[in-house]
T-cell receptor, first 114, second 114 residues
Framework: AQSVTQLGSHVSVSEGALVLLRCNYS??????LFWYVQYPNQGLQLLLK??????LVKGINGFEAEFKKSETSFHLTKPSAHMSDAAEYFC????????????FGKGITLSVRP | KAGVTQTPRYLIKTRGQQVTLSCSPI?????VSWYQQTPGQGLQFLFE???????NKGNFPGRFSGRQFSNSRSEMNVSTLELGDSALYLC?????????????FGEGSRLTVL
């Protein structure tokens, strides 16, 4: 079985500050890892994904994430927060295999202060 | 290319009623997944269909059911509604199996059960 843990439900940063959203996963096989973003009153949108290629993955809107097998982590970062980054962020894990499905974490709400 | 379309966007039902939600995928997408989103539980996987076959199912009671048609459109049904079924129901589609690819989400159907 696979699972994702996103510590904390809310993160608040100042505009221009570093954004760090944490994600730890559990998987018995090599995982695929994803970060999705959900803006108010919208569906989710893929930010980036790790599928066993480079461990540092770059996504849209300046976000990136690093896969660390030893720490079972896939934290999301952005060097400088923008007001438009305020949204809910979900980490998700899946794996290869006929019966694998995408499992989401509970999400983290990012607030950006002016 | 048109996005994922979910109908209806909002609906209000009373306990004991049943509801049917519809999802029209992006053209060419053969996989449709359904998720229930609530503030306390995040995104909970309901089921996934691929080429009209249910490929995966989450841990929901039998009151929750779904199907996929030959044109890849999907419906989900909830019978004997309970207050706890109030949620945002999200549909996500993909070209292939959802565990390895990018999911495209609709804006959701917000169900309120009174």
């Amino acid at each position: 079985a696979q699972s994702v843990t996103q510590l904390g439900s809310h993160v608040s940063v100042s505009e221009g500050a570093l954004v760090l959203l944490r994600c730890n996963y559990s998987s018995s096989v090599p995982p695929y890892l994803f970060w999705y973003v959900q803006y108010p009153n919208q569906g989710l949108q893929l930010l980036l994904k790790y599928t066993s290629a480079a461990t540092l993955v770059k996504g849209i809107n300046g976000f990136e994430a690093e896969f660390k097998k030893s720490e079972t982590s896939f934290h999301l970062t952005k060097p400088s927060a923008h007001m438009s980054d305020a949204a809910e962020y979900f980490c998700a894990v899946s794996s290869t295999g006929a019966n694998s499905k995408l499992t989401f974490g509970k999400g983290i709400t990012l607030s950006v202060r002016p | 290319k048109a996005g994922v379309t979910q109908t209806p966007r909002y609906l209000i039902k009373t306990r004991g009623q049943q509801v049917t939600l519809s999802c029209s995928p992006i053209s060419g997408h053969r996989s449709v997944s359904w998720y229930q989103q609530t503030p306390g539980q995040g995104l909970q996987f309901l089921f996934e269909y691929f080429s009209e076959t249910q490929r995966n199912k989450g841990n929901f009671p039998g009151r929750f059911s779904g199907r996929q048609f030959s044109n890849s459109r999907s419906e989900m049904n909830v019978s004997t509604l309970e207050l706890g079924d109030s949620a945002l129901y999200l549909c996500a589609t993909a070209e292939g199996w959802t565990n390895t690819g990018e999911l495209f989400f609709g804006e959701g159907s917000r169900l309120t059960v009174l």
